[in-house]
């Protein structure tokens, strides 16, 4: 099992638009329609934004928004808010195991 | 409202046990497959073990493989880690994530806080 690899950081400026790549395999990112995404403040537990590539669970602003290609998967944040400030994780279903395997997650800065 | 609460946390020798706890409630347990996630202080996220509705079938983690058990007690609405031989390495935050049904499958739609096990001579 290994990694999903994410850039270990993104940023922008308030109102822009960032997105954070998520490059798997075709044993996981690229074979299954099965990538989450989820944002984590600081001592907090991570919170689910983004399941199925592309689909925002209730609740999720619709700033948030998923994509795949290929084996890479991409969130998109638009309109940066500071409150979007967080360290973000993909994750995949792996057919290998059927496990799961995580990206090692991307600190998002709003400057 | 969804709750999963971790329990069992604890500093541990290398070499040595532990049995992690979750207890779910607002949601109907027997419905769901169940996950463990990790976290080293200051690391990423680590998928560890899952466990399907009934038990019967279980997946681990290539680093936890043969060290670690994950179980389930329905009728009490609890998940369970077993850890044995434990390293160094796998001192972290310990997650019960429940995974969501349907569309939502294979992500993990609830998160409990938590419990923090640290192995340490």
């Known amino acids: 099992q290994s990694a999903l690899t994410q850039p270990p950081s993104a940023s922008g400026s308030p109102g822009q638009s960032v997105t954070i790549s998520c490059t798997g395999t075709?044993?996981?990112?690229?074979?299954?329609?099965?990538v989450s995404w989820y944002q984590q403040y600081p001592g907090k537990a991570p919170k689910l934004m983004i399941y199925?590539?592309?689909k925002r669970p209730s609740g999720v602003p619709d700033r948030f928004s998923g994509s795949k290609s290929g084996n890479t998967a991409s969130l998109t944040v638009s309109g940066l808010q500071a409150e979007d400030e967080a360290d973000y994780y993909c994750s995949s279903y792996e057919g290998g195991n059927n496990g799961r395997v995580f990206g090692g997650g991307t600190k998002l800065t709003v400057l | 409202e969804v709750q999963l609460v971790e329990s069992g946390g604890v500093v541990v020798q290398p070499g040595g046990s532990l049995r992690l706890s979750c207890a779910a409630s607002g949601f109907t347990f027997t419905d769901c497959t169940m996950h463990w996630v990790r976290q080293a202080p200051g690391k990423g996220l680590e998928w560890v073990s899952l466990i399907n509705w009934d038990g019967t079938s279980t997946y681990y983690g290539d680093s936890v493989k043969g060290r670690f058990t994950i179980s389930r007690d329905n009728s009490k609405n609890s998940l369970y880690l077993q850890m044995n031989s434990l390293r160094t390495e796998d001192t972290a935050l310990y997650y019960c994530?429940?995974?969501?049904?349907?569309?939502?499958?294979?992500?993990?739609?609830?998160w409990g806080q938590g419990t923090l096990v640290t192995v340490s001579s």
């Open positions: 994530a429940k995974e969501g049904r349907g569309d939502y499958g294979a992500s993990f739609d609830y």
């Open positions: 075709s044993s996981d990112v690229g074979r299954y329609n099965y």
């Open positions: 199925g590539v592309s």
